[in-house]
């Protein structure tokens, strides 16, 4: 199973999106931990800004962000996003097909080493796909798609969190040697 950008390529994505003052309020939600303030984000992303965010090769040189973020109202730890990255491509069912791809993050407190780390639990992507050994020839080729695509779909847990930590002390009379 492959899962990425739960732990940080998505909070990036998402707040530059949001950052171009494209947020608007949606409603309150109940969450695990409470009441969620939930806003929803628009924008338009070229190709580079969204390499992260795992679009497939020969996908969309502009494409449309949007999606929400549910917050806590209390300290505005964010509980919840999600992003649907949308824009037409040529390699797939026709010339001009529309490419969407959605991703969806929870997260929640977790209990680590005595402290309390917000933390991802829970994340869903699904995405379109033509067969890959089939795609990486065809755009080599510079062909566009009529075949049937794949529907991939990665629904995972995150879970059993450990804090990884280290200790430096520097010792009395070290002297660092020239090179």
């Given at each position: ?75 505005g730890t ?68 009529y075949l ?32």
């Amino acid at each position: 199973m492959n899962s990425s950008g739960e732990f940080g390529a998505i909070l990036t994505h998402v707040a530059n999106c949001a950052d171009q003052n494209k947020a608007t309020w949606k409603e309150w939600e109940q969450g695990q931990t409470g009441l969620l303030a939930v806003f929803l984000y628009e924008c338009t992303e070229s190709e580079s800004a969204t390499d992260g965010a795992g679009a497939p090769r020969g996908s969309p040189a502009t494409m449309t962000i949007s999606g929400e973020i549910a917050f806590d109202p209390h300290d505005g730890t964010i509980m919840r996003l999600t992003r649907i990255s949308r824009g037409k491509v040529d390699w797939f069912l026709h010339k001009g097909a529309l490419w969407e791809r959605a991703i969806m993050v929870e997260y929640l407190p977790q209990e680590i080493d005595g402290h309390s780390y917000v933390c991802p639990v829970k994340s869903v992507v699904m995405y379109p796909m033509p067969p890959y050994s089939q795609q990486d020839k065809d755009i080599e080729e510079g062909r566009t798609y009529y075949l049937p695509v794949d529907e991939f779909l990665n629904d995972v847990y995150f879970d059993q969190y450990h804090l990884f930590k280290a200790k430096a002390q520097m010792l009395p009379g070290y002297t660092p040697q020239p090179h």
